[in-house]
């Protein structure tokens, strides 16, 4: 099994940026591929980013394509989210997500561990 623990959330007004990292532990973090999912207030959780298991590839929400960078670094057990020109409509809690699995179950929402999750709150 792996735990996984968000940090980085925080009230920002828009156009901010703010960096997300989760903190992986117990198994090989190199076993998972990751992801980073939301829920905004009364809205169902959406996809946000997902990244491989070696940071090679990834994919994006249409929502938050060239705004949000996901990246990984492995021997330090830690993946991230770089939010850049932050907008209020990205108001959500913010979950990590890990899988041995990555396409398609990962971008499905389907993974096997989450985080507890971090609040992201964007002010106008």
């Known amino acids: 099994q792996v735990q996984l623990v968000e940090s980085g959330g925080g009230l920002v007004q828009a156009g901010g940026s703010l960096r997300l990292s989760c903190a992986a532990s117990?198994?090989?973090?190199?076993?998972?591929?990751m992801a980073w999912f939301r829920q905004g207030p009364g809205k169902e959780r959406e996809f946000v980013a997902t990244i491989n298991w070696s940071g090679s590839s990834t994919y994006y929400a249409d929502s938050v394509k060239g705004r949000f960078t996901i990246s990984r670094d492995n021997a330090k057990n830690t993946l991230y989210l770089q939010m850049n020109a932050l907008k209020p409509g990205d108001t959500a809690v913010y979950f990590c997500?890990?899988?041995?699995?990555?396409?398609?179950?990962?971008?499905?929402?389907?993974?096997?561990?989450w985080g507890q999750g971090t609040q992201v709150t964007v002010s106008s």
């Open positions: 117990g198994r090989t973090f190199t076993r998972y591929a």
């Open positions: 997500a890990a899988d041995e699995e990555w396409l398609p179950k990962l971008k499905a929402g389907r993974a096997d561990y």
